[in-house]
């Protein structure tokens, strides 16, 4: 009897794991179906129903992982973060001040929207109209934070360096949206950044030395 019991109970993880890598695949699968429609034709372009079809899911299975469009426009965002988070993990800014290092990760995050203005120019003005919590500025700040040295993120940093980086971050996201405008260069708007980040910077300290 016991014998006869053990194969259920070690199948279970097993088709657990796998569900969940199903549902992992499905999930983005439909974020990446997304985000080629805004990038083609904006956020209006993103109508649930044509999100469903292009990631060859049911249009209720659509509405269990993402209840509203802004639900999906928010895991758009986050993709292009993780990606970001990713550059920065393989090649972290090597500049010797937070600022030049918190600028690094800005323009590095610049040119990756760039490459899809259509979409950049999609989900920051969704974002910036959202009439719900996102998790866009947070986690720029969030990252901008462990870059820039002195408080290795968020949780640790003091209520002043974390209104420091957030203003930063905002100056980032209204210069953004000039160059999508057509108003700046990307020469300009690294320039401004510059000049932002050496000023709201000046305190930080140098992240610690990992050298014996």
Known sequence: MTTGGAPGAQSEPAS???????????????????????SRGGVEAMQMRTVAERAGVALGTLYRYFPSKMDLVVAVVGEEIDLLEGSIERRPPSATTA??????????????????????????????????DTPFGDRMTDLLLRVAGGKP????????????VGSLASIWVHELLEILRGRRTYEQIQHRIEIAAVRLLADFQPPPSTSN
Do not use: C, F, K, N
């Not at 499905?26 to 179906?33: L, S, W």
């Not at 899809?116 to 719900?132: F, G, N």
């Open 99 to 132: 600022a030049g290092r918190a600028v690094d990760v800005l323009m590095r995050a610049t040119r990756g929207l760039m490459r899809e203005p259509e979409l950049a120019d999609a989900l920051i003005r969704s974002l910036i109209l959202a009439e719900v």
């Open 16 to 38: 657990t794991g796998v569900r969940t890598r199903s549902q992992h695949q499905r999930r983005r699968r439909i974020v990446q179906a997304a985000a080629a429609l805004a």
């Open 153 to 164: 993120s968020a949780e640790t940093a003091t209520e002043e360096q974390y209104a420091l």
